[in-house]
């Protein structure tokens, strides 16, 4: 989408239900736009004022190409059609919300670096191969990664790091986490950094060959932090951290239950973002650093 059309778009979308037309709404560009947290996004940006979805960018075989986003997400054509040109479609926005494909990541990261426009990164399963351009990428433009943008869930973040901050070792942890019956990562990227952010407090590092199933006879080791997953119906998202010590245990949880919360938390990132310097930032920034 052109400067011009996204221009347009604000025009010919006036009257529409929450649909933000004012030239100070925040204009955003949408990857992975027709995957559910896409969808859910739309539905999100229509109810509020200070942003306005400018582009939908899609996969060129996905067969969306052309659609409204609008139709898609259930709340009537916006005017603004799914496209497969990220370079043009970074053009009509301010920043730029990814939830596609960790596969993508590199190539999204260098496009949105081309373009100048900030990031928030909310897809999940990024491997370590994306370590360096991440890095690369937070030197040239407001990089925000964040595995769930839900404010509640960063909230769990901060009291999981006090918890394995204060309490001894003889406190075993585990990180339960439940979701619906399509998520395909094992655990989540939120159950993960969960764990890092626990084994960071702790002074240790995360030990890469967690155990998801405990099984053999083997007797769990001191230190480690162990993970239980759940997949299941429509479970739209559940993180326990357990603290388990002699004779007495700790128990910290989040349940999400529409998953609305995310893109509400993800809008208010971005908006947040747009008014940052070149940078690496995460959720915590957002929910701490007003």
């Given amino acids: 989408m052109t400067q011009e059309a996204a221009e347009g778009h604000r025009v010919s979308a006036e009257g529409h239900p929450g649909q933000a037309t004012g030239h100070g709404a925040l204009r ?8 559910r947290m896409g969808q859910s996004l739309v539905r999100a940006a229509c109810a509020r004022a200070d942003v306005v979805i400018a582009a939908g960018v899609v996969s060129p075989g996905s067969g969306y190409a052309g659609r409204d986003l609008g139709e898609l997400a259930g709340i009537g ?3 603004v059609r799914f496209e497969t040109d990220l370079p043009a479609a970074l053009t009509a926005c301010d920043v730029a919300l990814d939830f596609s494909h960790p596969k993508a990541a590199a190539g999204i990261l260098a496009a949105c670096c081309a373009a100048g426009k900030p990031l928030l990164i909310g897809t999940t399963g990024l491997g370590a191969e994306v370590h360096d351009e991440l890095e690369r990428a937070a030197r040239h433009i407001a990089l925000l ?20 901050r204060v309490l001894p070792g003889a406190f075993d942890v585990e990180i339960v986490e439940a979701h619906h019956r399509h998520k395909k990562d094992a655990p989540s990227g939120t159950a993960l950094a969960l764990g890092h952010a ?42 326990t951290v357990l603290f388990a010590g002699p004779g007495e245990q700790v128990t910290l949880g989040h349940r999400a239950t529409d998953r609305a919360v995310f893109a509400r938390g993800a809008l208010d990132a971005a908006v947040w973002l747009a008014r940052h310097p070149p940078g690496r930032y995460s959720m915590r920034d957002v929910l701490l650093k007003q």
């Fill in 145 to 164: 990664v964040a595995p769930n943008t839900s404010l509640g869930i960063t909230l769990l973040f901060e009291l999981a790091r006090q918890c394995a």
């Fill in 28 to 35: 955003l560009a949408l990857i992975g736009a027709a995957g």
């Fill in 77 to 79: 054509a916006l005017g």
């Fill in 198 to 239: 626990v084994a960071e407090s702790r002074g240790v590092a995360l030990d890469p060959t967690v155990l998801l199933h405990r099984a053999g006879g083997h007797a769990r080791k001191e230190g480690e932090i162990g993970f239980a997953v759940v997949r299941g119906g429509d479970i739209v998202g559940e993180h």
